[in-house]
């Protein structure tokens, strides 16, 4: 009868005691940058009222034209896009929001009875389904009538907003999706839909429109891409985005537009065009500021950094812009007084802008302690000061990487422009052992810096990047690189001015890996997998690298769940899942095939739903666990000051927290008012730190206490059917995750069908002695084929090597539990094969071979040094000339002139002739097509500088 062992991580420094917690508190960030403004609408009945909509961050207030404002629609939803007051009621006003997480999606529209305080939703019934998602709202003063354009056509209400049909079918319109509504006349009505500029000249009654003078492709989806002229409904504007030929670069290119059409939509002009694509490009037209009644304003926004104005009276000539001054780019939209004509905010990627002199220069207001507050922050990190707090960072998208040295009160200093996979030891370093390594876009790259963003530098990448640094120990980072295909992972101990290959992966790596805290950390990468989701889209999964940092790495599949989902941010697109930084065989995931979080505590044998967690995640059915690729997890926290509490962020339910290591979890209070949480930053001190893309950064305290555990709790793994076991470098892994080419194919494993391996003995060069009892093991290769074991077996009883591992032994004292195989490595060093009966060739991860891969000769081994030898043996055995093989030395290819002669048998042996670069690592790389997809194998060469040849490089 098998004993089933403690499925428990080891808890080393305690438990959180479960107790009261303070709510979170929303940090006022000292900089001018509030967050990402969408559209903005002033109170026709009092300037000083001011309606403002973020990105992802709700509605937001001011009662003194901007300068201060409260966050006023709560956990209502976070993807709101319009806002309207109504003229008639100075209390009501309306707003629309896209779909959300919800499964009754909670878009649609949102109605306010108190000026925009609070908010509701409106019940709407829509002619199609339940993810309603709404994109525009608008008065029409001629029907005394709101508009709202949604995802199911135009939907309006007679009584300000309290109920809502949808217009029905018509000639022309077939409850079409409407980006944008405009009532310029009774009666004559603009909408935008994905057909182009509709017009109805009858109440809605026919619709028409033309794309005529329009190039091929036009995007849209802006509420305030089309306007009006204020002298004449049937002079319409367009701004957008094309794409169109481009014949000084011989392409088609994304080019942005504004077009004028003077006859109603009938056929269209071009009035502005460049080669660019930024946000949607915007225009807003009103009555002229001078009062000149046969004149209007034209203002005109392209997305990036133009903003003009022109004053109009013919709308076929081409205007005379004047551009107007502003202190961030990426603009999006302007609101005017009640007279209509008086510009009064501009929204834009930075946050919300003040004029004093009437557009023509703009400056941020309201960020901060002001209340706007809708920073997009992709990530929170910081690095620990004994005594003094911590240094924080955060990067955002539009608004910079900031630092702080005193726990956040202030923020001197930042990096343009995003921000994203931020880096730096937690622990308190001297100023010259801390380094900051981040990914920072205008032109994306990597950098690093000092403390509080001190010396800003590039970051030295590895030959052929094609990654970003992630740090693994104080100094030590790793980097993937490559061309094509190839994924080769590199490691650097100085800062990147050298490289060391580690690694290579057959499969497209998703994002920066996860690691553990350990001296040799385990990494955990998300990789794109064969086939696709019952949705259609991306397969994810994981690759596990034992011993990334020293030692010869061991890769590993995670198997066990159906796959990973997506958190979306604008550049970065996080991969969520939970690794405990202490114990890599306990990982948690959202298992976006099954739609319910999984829990592992033995590497990946074995995964159990986590049922009551998945109906806290989603409340209990009211939030979808995924849609599509994208999940309602966000993001997991580990306590590294108290190892069984752990926090996952939601999109848009809070934060969930257990306080025992996952065994139970409860909602952390008032957090649903955290949307899109994306990060954590433990500051210590019970306090952590939370991230959000749309709310900026708040702070949690926690009142109760971490104890220690008096009962050690050993992590070895059941041993389940699935099994067998390796235990490599403190490291459980299902011998069924093993895969080759990723391990080398020199590697081979030692079994036994009877009996058991009851120790080993190392040397210099690796295993001497292995000790056995019962039959004599069998040495086989990755092939399956049996070989003569390259050591001496002894029948006896010492341990030898396996007596070096506490663990080890507590896991030998069960008496269902041997070692009964070892693998072996690159290295010659092993790594123990635990079952509770002995292994056959079955049981074994053979690499089955359909066809006869190219191989370099066996003698030269990674890292061996070669003199002044040029020549390198390819050899092949029962090749297959139907799969052909290439090679390339340093990323150059080696042009194969020798002919290959086969012997009867498929067998060939040639030279290559190459010249190896003296002093560096040469990168010999084999690449072939096989019936199983590409095979490669990479091999480092070094050749010694002789005293000539270095007198020569001097």
Request: a negative charge; one cysteine or more; charged letters at 15%.
């Amino acid at each position: 009868m098998r004993t089933t062992n403690l499925l428990l991580w080891v808890a080393l420094l305690g438990t959180l005691i479960l107790g009261s917690c303070t709510n979170p508190s929303n940090l006022s960030i000292a900089i001018p940058n509030g967050g990402r403004a969408w559209t903005a609408a002033v109170d026709p009945g009092n300037s000083q009222r001011i309606l403002a909509v973020s990105e992802t961050g709700g509605l937001f207030r001011s009662t003194n034209q901007g300068s201060n404002w409260a966050q006023v629609s709560g956990k209502n939803t976070f993807r709101f896009r319009d806002v309207a007051w109504n003229p008639l009621d100075a209390n009501v006003a309306v707003a629309v929001a896209m779909a959300d997480f919800r499964v009754v999606s909670g878009g649609g529209i949102y109605r306010s009875t108190d000026g925009g305080a609070s908010w509701a939703r409106v019940a709407v019934t829509s002619p199609c389904d339940n993810t309603i998602s709404a994109y525009a709202v608008e008065w029409d003063a001629g029907a005394n009538t709101f508009w709202a354009g949604t995802s199911c056509g135009l939907a309006r209400s007679t009584d300000g907003g309290q109920s809502w049909t949808f217009l029905s079918g018509a000639t022309g319109f077939n409850n079409d999706k409407t980006y944008a509504f405009l009532a310029p006349a009774a009666n004559q009505y603009k909408i935008l839909t994905d057909y182009g500029v509709k017009v109805s000249t009858n109440g809605g009654s026919s619709w028409t429109y033309s794309n005529s003078g329009l190039p091929g492709y036009v995007a849209k989806g802006v509420q305030n891409q089309i306007a009006t002229s204020p002298l004449n409904e049937q002079h319409i504007y367009w701004a957008c985005n094309s794409v169109a030929y481009n014949a000084t670069e011989g392409k088609n290119m994304w080019q942005t537009n504004l077009f004028v059409s003077t006859n109603n939509g009938s056929s269209w002009s071009q009035l502005y065009q460049a080669w660019y694509i930024g946000r949607p490009p915007w225009v807003r037209t009103t009555p002229s500021l001078s009062g000149n009644a046969s004149q209007y304003e034209v203002y005109f926004g392209d997305g990036g950094c133009l903003l003009n104005r022109a004053t109009v009276s013919n709308p076929l000539a081409a205007p005379s812009w004047v551009a107007l001054g502003h202190d961030h780019c990426d603009l999006s939209d302007m609101a005017f007084a009640p007279d209509l004509k008086t510009p009064i905010l501009l929204t834009s990627d930075g946050g919300l802008s003040k004029t004093t002199n009437n557009g023509l220069n703009w400056a941020m207001t309201g960020a901060g302690a002001a209340g706007y507050k809708a920073l997009q922050i992709t990530e929170v990190t910081g690095q620990q000061h004994v005594g003094t707090g911590n240094d924080l960072y955060f990067a955002t998208q539009d608004n910079f990487i900031w630092a702080s040295s005193d726990n956040g009160a202030t923020w001197p200093v930042n990096r343009c422009c995003e921000g994203f996979f931020l880096n730096i030891p937690r622990q308190n370093l001297s100023a010259g052992e801390t380094v900051l390594t981040g990914v920072a876009c205008g032109a994306c790259g990597n950098f690093r810096s000092g403390p509080v963003l001190s010396a800003q530098a590039g970051w030295n990448n590895p030959p052929d990047d094609k990654g970003n640094p992630k740090l693994l120990t104080p100094g030590h980072y790793i980097q993937n690189s490559g061309t094509g295909t190839f994924n080769n992972y590199r490691h650097t101990s100085d800062l990147g001015s050298h490289w060391n290959y580690r690694f290579s992966l057959n499969e497209t790596p998703h994002m920066l890996p996860t690691s553990t805290s350990q001296s040799n950390p385990v990494l955990f990468i998300p990789v794109k997998l064969a086939g696709t989701t019952p949705s259609g889209d991306e397969l994810i999964g994981l690759k596990k690298v034992t011993g990334a940092q020293s030692g010869v790495p061991m890769i590993s599949d995670v198997t066990g769940f159906g796959g990973l989902g997506i958190f979306p941010t604008e550049f970065a697109w996080y991969k969520p899942f939970g690794v405990h930084p202490r114990n890599p065989d306990f990982m948690i995931v959202p298992d976006v095939i099954d739609h319910v979080m999984k829990k592992t505590t033995n590497g990946g044998a074995d995964w159990t739903p986590m049922n009551d967690l998945t109906n806290l995640i989603t409340a209990n059915g009211e939030y979808s666990f995924n849609q599509g690729i994208f999940t309602m997890v966000s993001c997991f926290g580990f306590d590294p000051d108290c190892i069984n509490h752990i926090l996952i962020g939601t999109v848009q339910n809070g934060v969930m927290r257990s306080t025992d290591g996952g065994a139970t979890w409860a909602k952390l209070p008032g957090t649903d008012v955290i949307p899109f949480i994306s990060s954590f930053y433990f500051e210590g001190n019970k306090k952590v730190v939370i991230s959000s893309y749309g709310r900026g950064l708040w702070r949690y305290t926690f009142t109760d206490e971490c104890t220690d555990l008096t009962i050690p709790i050993i992590s070895n793994p059941v041993l389940y059917p699935a099994g067998p076991w390796i235990r490599y470098q403190g490291v459980w892994i299902p011998i069924r995750d093993l895969n080759n080419p990723d391990v080398c194919p020199r590697c081979g494993f030692l079994f036994q069908k009877e009996g058991e391996i009851r120790g080993y003995r190392g040397g210099k060069e690796g295993i001497e002695e292995v000790y056995y009892r019962g039959s004599e093991p069998v040495f086989q290769n990755w092939q399956g084929e049996q070989m003569q074991a390259p050591f001496k077996l002894v029948e006896g009883d010492e341990m030898g090597e396996l007596a070096r591992d506490e663990e080890v032994n507590q896991i030998l004292k069960n008496q269902d539990i041997k070692v009964h195989g070892l693998y072996f490595g690159e290295d010659g060093q092993a790594a123990p094969i635990f079952s509770a009966k002995p292994l056959s060739p079955s049981d074994l991860p053979e690499f089955k071979v359909r066809f006869a891969p190219v191989s370099l000769n066996m003698d030269l081994a990674t890292g061996k040094s070669y003199g002044k030898q040029n020549l390198i043996t390819l050899s092949a055995k029962k090749f297959n000339p139907q799969f052909p093989f290439r090679a390339n030395l340093n990323g150059q290819e080696i042009d194969l002139k020798q002919e290959l002669k086969f012997e009867e048998n498929g067998d060939f042996s040639f030279l290559l002739d190459f010249p190896l670069q003296p002093g560096v690592i040469n990168t010999l790389t084999i690449v072939q097509e096989t019936d199983q997809g590409v095979v490669k194998e990479i091999i480092n060469l070094h050749k010694p500088v002789s005293d000539g040849e270095e007198r020569e490089r001097k």
